[in-house]
Nanobody, 120 residues
Framework: VQLQASGGGLVQPGGSLRLSCAASGSIFSINATGWYRQAPGKQRELVAVISSGGSTHYADSVKGRFTISRDNAKNTVYLQMNSLKPEDTAVYYC???????????????WGQGTQVTVSS
């Protein structure tokens, strides 16, 4: 199983980006999937998470600006980021709990990270 994160880049304050996290390989089911970020010199923090049923949770700092969604047919989770601020600058990582086959417990997987830079 692999998680491939993409969509990062350089954007001006107030701009938008959409991150994608695609899971591939032997996948029976995907439980909760989340986006985390880590800025230089800071700890990794939760940005948003979505359950298999579509329930969502956001960090207070991104509520109203970021939207997490999932396409179960494509095994892909998206993070739409609007009204970006310089303090959103970080490496963004996706994380998912995945059952490779029905009789195994879920395993925790991480994507490779994608850089988001918000600067004028």
């Amino acid at each position: 199983v692999q998680l491939q994160a993409s969509g990062g880049g350089l954007v001006q304050p107030g701009g938008s980006l959409r991150l994608s996290c695609a899971a591939s390989g032997s996948i029976f089911s995907i439980n909760a999937t989340g986006w985390y970020r880590q800025a230089p010199g800071k700890q990794r923090e939760l940005v948003a998470v979505i359950s298999s049923g579509g329930s969502t949770h956001y960090a207070d700092s991104v509520k109203g600006r970021f939207t997490i969604s999932r396409d179960n047919a494509k095994n892909t989770v998206y993070l739409q980021m609007n009204s970006l601020k310089p303090e959103d600058t970080a490496v963004y990582y996706c994380n998912a709990a995945i059952k490779p086959v029905w009789y195994m417990r879920p395993y925790d997987y991480w994507g490779q990270g994608t850089q988001v830079t918000v600067s004028s």
